[in-house]
């Protein structure tokens, strides 16, 4: 299972996406919760992952409104500064991916289907 996420200044969302038999992944569970209502990234998939414990993620990676460098981000809008290695831990996965998240709705188009645009 992967965990992913779209970051912002107002409001988190994160989802549970599945692998299923042909290798067609799909969106299993989300939550959406109010990023200033929390001090870090990490506390909020702390959150998310107390409501379904057995879940277990390959990898995540989160869409960040402000610009990655080396795998760090300061949010904008936010007091937050991420790592990657420090979310991986916090999903429990092998590896972590910050993007902005202009850069990851652009690598979400390519899979948008043709009647969907």
């Not at 869409?63 to 990657?84: H, S």
């Not at 991916?97 to 652009?106: Q, S, V, Y």
Request: charged letters at 25%; glycine letters at 10%; one cysteine or more.
């Amino acid at each position: 299972m992967l965990l992913v996420g779209d970051i912002g200044g107002t409001k988190t969302l994160l989802e549970t996406w599945a692998a299923e038999p042909g290798g067609r992944v799909v969106p299993v569970r989300q939550q959406s919760f109010p990023s200033g209502g929390f001090r870090s990234l990490e506390e909020i998939i702390a959150q998310y992952r107390e409501a379904a414990p057995r879940e277990t993620f390959e990898a995540c990676c989160f869409g960040v409104a402000g610009p990655i460098r080396e795998g760090r981000c300061k949010v904008t809008n936010l007091p937050w500064e991420m790592e990657e290695a420090s979310l991986a831990a916090a999903c429990g996965a092998a590896r972590a991916k910050l993007l902005n998240d202009l850069e990851a709705m652009a690598y979400g188009m390519l899979f948008v289907a043709p009647d969907k645009f």
